[in-house]
């Protein structure tokens, strides 16, 4: 069994490889981006239609980056920005940039959600520190409902990475996949049900020592 680390953990290792090793966060969010959109490939060469939702830190820069991606790869991806534009991080509007290149549809309406044939969860990641309420509580509920599957980036939004708790809603996952190493939310019972299958992307380039 692979090893299962918390939120705070993760964090200092991003931060150890960005500031001590000096490898760009946006380096870490290609590569991170790139075992995302290999395993969306992988599990759902069908899909055509991909909607991407994306919260406004960097867990959705990673949906954006992947919306880019996928669309290189030949699909058509459509990012629905749930979070607010006043707290976009800079990666994040990094990634909405290159997307605008692309002429990548960034909605801040929920249209595409009932039409897509494959939604990426990318509202939180790690950096979830709180109870989701709405306008979140309401999109996570539209997503669940829809009948396409949902594949979560590094954590389903609205569970606790460290607890695997439910932070009032929570994205029920098909797939998860998590960056570096598993989180210890993900092991336990609760985590699995809402993450469904793991995926643990691990050559992402983070440096991670004991
Ligand atoms: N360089 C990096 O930092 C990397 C980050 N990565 C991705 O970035 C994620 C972590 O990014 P962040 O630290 O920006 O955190 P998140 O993107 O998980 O979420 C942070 C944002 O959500 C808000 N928020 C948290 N809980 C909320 C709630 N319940 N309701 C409303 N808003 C809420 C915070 O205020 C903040 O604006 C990882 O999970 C991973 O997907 C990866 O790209 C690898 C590299
Ligand atoms: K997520």
Do not use: W
């Not at 006043?86 to 990548?104: G, L, M, P, V, W």
């Not at 609205?158 to 695997?164: H, K, L, Q, V």
């Not at 029920?172 to 995926?199: E, P, S």
């Amino acid at each position: 069994m692979t090893k299962a680390i918390t939120a705070a953990q993760m964090k200092h290792y991003d931060q150890y490889t960005i500031n001590t090793i000096g490898i760009p966060s946006m380096v870490l969010m290609e590569r991170a981006s790139l075992a995302l959109r290999d395993e969306i490939l992988k599990q759902y060469p069908q899909a055509q239609n991909i909607t991407i939702v994306a919260g406004s830190g960097n867990n959705g820069g990673d949906g954006l980056c992947v919306a880019r991606l996928l669309q290189i790869a030949g699909k058509h991806t459509t990012v629905i920005e749930a979070g607010n534009p006043n707290h976009f991080s800079e990666e994040h509007r990094a990634q909405a940039k290159t997307c605008d290149y692309y002429r990548i549809p960034q909605l801040t309406t929920l249209d595409t959600i009932d039409s897509a044939d494959l939604l990426v969860d990318a509202i939180f990641g790690i950096g979830i520190d709180r109870e989701v309420r709405d306008p979140y509580a309401s999109i996570i509920n539209q997503m669940n409902a829809a009948s396409a599957p949902i594949i979560a980036v590094d954590v389903p939004s609205g569970i606790n990475t460290d607890t695997g708790e439910v932070l009032g809603t929570a994205i029920k996952a098909d797939t998860t996949v998590t960056f570096t190493f598993n989180k210890i939310g993900l092991t336990t019972k609760n985590g699995q049900q809402y993450a469904g299958r793991i995926v643990v992307a691990d050559d992402m380039g983070t440096y991670a020592t004991d």
